[in-house]
Nanobody
Framework: QVHLVESGGGLVQAGGSLRLSCAASISIFSLNSMGWYRQAPGKQRELVAT???????NYADSVKGRFTISRDSAKNTVYLQMNSLKPEDTAVYYC?????????WGQGTQVTVSS
């Protein structure tokens, strides 16, 4: 079982920045990957960014150049730095971790970007 605890969401004006954190209950190197997904009202959950155990990253086209995923192995924490935020980035952001057998989700953190 992997427990994920997210933090860092909030309300920000368009053009502003936020940093989300996701602390895992086990070593992040024991996970195949970690990532961030988001779900806006009335929409399906979508991938935002992922990082593998080897450090490879992947981003949704809509956030490339604005968001950066990173990790601190000493803290078993993955971060999502979000810059140049837009109103369409408003959503609940969920941390995800994957092993060979299972996928785990955090409780979600709300990000609201005002215009």
């Amino acid at each position: 079982q992997v427990h994920l605890v997210e933090s860092g969401g909030g309300l920000v004006q368009a053009g502003g920045s936020l940093r989300l954190s996701c602390a895992a209950s086990i070593s992040i190197f024991s996970l195949n990957s970690m990532g961030w997904y988001r779900q806006a009202p009335g929409k399906q959950r979508e991938l935002v960014a992922t990082i593998t155990s080897s450090g490879s990253t992947n981003y949704a086209d809509s956030v490339k150049g604005r968001f950066t995923i990173s990790r601190d192995s000493a803290k078993n924490t993955v971060y999502l730095q979000m810059n140049s935020l837009k109103p369409e980035d408003t959503a609940v952001y969920y941390c995800n971790s994957r092993t060979v057998l299972r996928s785990y989700w955090g409780q979600g953190t709300q990000v609201t970007v005002s215009s």
